[in-house]
């Protein structure tokens, strides 16, 4: 995978919370690492989403 952008790692996590994530991904037919990836993108959109007036130089003003 050299090259390719790819960073692999070990992701420790509780069993039930394991078994949640494999069940959403049988329902979007996805492995659990792509269930992992989708739920973290949409996150990370979520989040930027929700930064966005300060990113664009709009203040927030209150009285």
């Known amino acids: 995978m050299e090259g390719s952008g790819v960073q692999v790692f070990t992701l420790r ?12 991904a049988a329902r979007n037919h996805r492995s659990t690492n792509g269930e992992l990836l989708a739920l973290i993108e949409r996150e990370r959109i979520a989040e930027m989403e929700n930064a966005q007036p300060a990113a664009t130089g709009q203040a927030l003003v209150t009285q």
Not at 13 to 23: F, G, H, R, Y
Request: no cysteine; glycine share 0%; charged share 35%.
């Open 13 to 24: 996590m509780p069993a039930q919370l394991k078994e949640w994530v494999a069940k959403r």
